[in-house]
Structure formats: C-alpha cells, structure tokens
C-alpha cells in the first residue's frame, strides 16, 4: 500500500466519524437547538400542553397544532434575560412536579399562576405567536395591499 492511498483511506474515515458523530445528536432533548436555556423532550411536551390548554382546539386549531410551543421556546431563549429564563425554568419545574394528567388539570393550574412570571412569559408569547402565526394571518385576518382600495367616485355631504 503506498502513502497516497493510506491517506485518502484515513481522510475518508475521519470524515465518515466526524459525520456520523453530528448525526447522532442527543436523545431525550428538545426538538430545536436552544443556545441559551436547556431544556428536555419532557419540558418540550410540558410546555406544548400548557399553551394547548391557554389556546386550545376549537373550529381553528390549536396552539399545540400550530407549534407555539417551540415558538414560545425560541422567544425565550432569544429574546428575554437570563433572570427571565431562569424564572421560566423554575415555573416549569414547579409545573412538571405539580403532576398535570388532563386538559382542565392545565387550565386550573394556569390559573392559579396570575401574578407568577412563568405565566407572563408563556401567555405573553403564546398569544404573540397565535396571532403572527401563518394560519391567522391567512384565514382570520382580511389583509388590504396598502394603500388599499381606491373609490374615487364617493359622495361628499357638505
């Protein structure tokens, strides 16, 4: 075997680990990269219920349907202070352990968070989310080109 050989054989190898290890990523974590904040599958699921249960399915569909809870994930890992995610993730924590089974144990336990940050953080952007969202946008809201339409042929009472 010559060097040459030897060496495209090692590259080739090296380049195949390198792609396999990137592949393999981490089970049990959140389905979008966060860079800030950490957060599990089961988080994830936690929160997807929680704004399920503020926006639930009705003739439109629901938060959960629409995804809001990655974009509440995202808002919070871009967009709000470490305090901020800090608070979110110890109401989330608190809310993981508060053993939440059905769709009324969401709401009730929602409810009982008025005045708590963790509720501002997920009301604020499940609701900034739901009506920026591509659904709404499209079949709820009317939207005019601006300037808008024209009627040049309006009576005026003077």
């Known amino acids: 075997m010559n060097r040459r050989t030897a060496l495209k054989q090692f590259f080739i190898l090296a380049g195949g680990l390198m792609i396999a290890s990137s592949c393999a990523g981490e089970t049990g974590g959140a389905s979008i990269e966060l860079r800030n904040i950490v957060l599990s599958a089961d988080d994830e699921a936690l929160i997807g219920d929680l704004v399920e249960a503020i926006i639930p399915k009705t003739d439109s569909p629901g938060a959960k349907e629409l995804n809001l809870h990655l974009f509440v994930m995202r808002m919070l890992d871009d967009c709000h ?30 409810q009982t968070l008025k005045e708590d940050i963790f509720f501002d ?38």
């Open 81 to 110: 202070s470490r305090e901020d995610q800090d608070a979110f993730i110890k109401g989330l924590k608190m809310a993981a352990k508060a053993n939440l089974n059905t769709e009324s144990a969401h709401l009730a336990y929602l």
């Open 121 to 158: 953080i997920l009301k604020k952007r499940t609701l900034q989310g739901y009506l920026n969202s591509e659904y709404i946008m499209k079949n709820k809201l009317i939207y005019e080109l601006v300037p808008g339409h024209y009627d040049g042929a309006v009576k005026v009472n003077t």
